[in-house]
Structures are given as structure tokens and as C-alpha cells.
């Protein structure tokens, strides 16, 4: 009996005082994704990856945003928004506390602005995400004339771009083509 008992003071507390006591998680855990707004390009690579559905990105012509929507009881923890975002908005952290009282809590929202076409001034495309590429362009070296050039075509939706590409006759390539014959 007291060899037991000897053996049981030995091995010490193997449970933990949990809710009482915080639980320590493993770095590695994959708890509640978080996104960063400031970060975000709002680009829907994450809403792509996603394989629950569990983010959404709603356009909103008339208003010029578009929002960005996780829904947490559709989240599985896959961890793939964090690996496809390309500027590391989406952290998954390691809070797994996630009960809510309202079903309302379980959803996080973000809105984010869009750049009017130059054309049409139909909005079509995030702000941010503009001025990412065209600051990306601009690191890469290219000159300043065709940075202005590049503003321009990516300033334009790809309906107005396409319309001006079928007007413009040096585009159409069958027409290039037949000329040339002749």
C-alpha cells in the first residue's frame, strides 16, 4: 500500500485545472482565424482556397465596397487561408474559446473600398489591391512611362478594355492577318 501510494505522490498532477487554469496550446495549434484589414487586399484568394465556404466576399456596386465575411461555424481549421494570402492578413491563432451566446458572434466582418473604371465608373476592383500591383511594378523597376501605361489598363474594367480592344483594329489579330495577305 504505501509502495502505491509512494508511486501515485511520484507522478505528480496529470490533469490540468482547466477552465479554472489557462490551457497552454502547442505553437503549432490551428485555432480561430483572424484577419488583419490594414493587411488585407481583399483579392478572394482566401475565399477561393477555403473548402467549408466558410468565407464569403459580396460586392456591393452601388455602395463601392466590397465585404469580406468569415462564418465560424463553417470554419474547419484547415489553415488554407493562411497559407494561399499573399500579404498575410490571415493569422490562425490560438484561441479555441469560441462558444457565443448570439449566432450573430460567430460571424467577422470586413469592408474594404472599390476603384471606379476610367471609363464606365462602375467600381470593380479593390483599392488596396490596385495600388499593390501597381507598387509591385513600380519595385520591379519598371520606367515611369510604363507605369503610366500600366495605370491606365489596370484603371479600366475588362468589359470597357475589351470593348476598346475590338475598336482598335491593330488589335484584332484576323484582320492583321488579312491585310497582310493582300
Known amino acids: 500500500m504505501f509502495k502505491l501510494l509512494k508511486t501515485v505522490l511520484k507522478t505528480g498532477e496529470v490533469t490540468t485545472k482547466y477552465p479554472f487554469a489557462p490551457l497552454e ?21 482566401c475565399m477561393r482556397a477555403c473548402p467549408a465556404n466558410a468565407l464569403v466576399m459580396e460586392t456591393d456596386e452601388k455602395a463601392g ?17 493562411e497559407e494561399v494570402c499573399p500579404t498575410k492578413a490571415i493569422k490562425l491563432s490560438q484561441n479555441f474559446e469560441l462558444a457565443v451566446t448570439r449566432k ?28 499593390y500591383v501597381l507598387d509591385t511594378l513600380a519595385q520591379s523597376g519598371v520606367s515611369q512611362d510604363q507605369l503610366h501605361l500600366r495605370r491606365q489598363q489596370l484603371e479600366t474594367c475588362p468589359e470597357c478594355r475589351r470593348c476598346n480592344n475590338m475598336l482598335d483594329s491593330e488589335n484584332v489579330s484576323h484582320l492583321r492577318y488579312l491585310e497582310e495577305e493582300m
Open 25 to 45: 496550446v502547442s505553437e503549432d495549434f490551428r485555432g480561430k482565424p483572424e484577419l488583419d484589414a490594414d493587411q488585407c487586399l481583399s483579392c478572394g484568394a
Open 104 to 131: 450573430e458572434d460567430l460571424y467577422e466582418h470586413a469592408v474594404f473600398q472599390l476603384a471606379n473604371c476610367r471609363q464606365c465608373e462602375r467600381p470593380f476592383v479593390a483599392k488596396k489591391l490596385l495600388e
Open 65 to 81: 465596397t466590397r465585404r469580406w465575411e468569415l462564418s465560424m461555424a463553417r470554419c474547419i481549421y484547415c489553415g488554407r487561408c
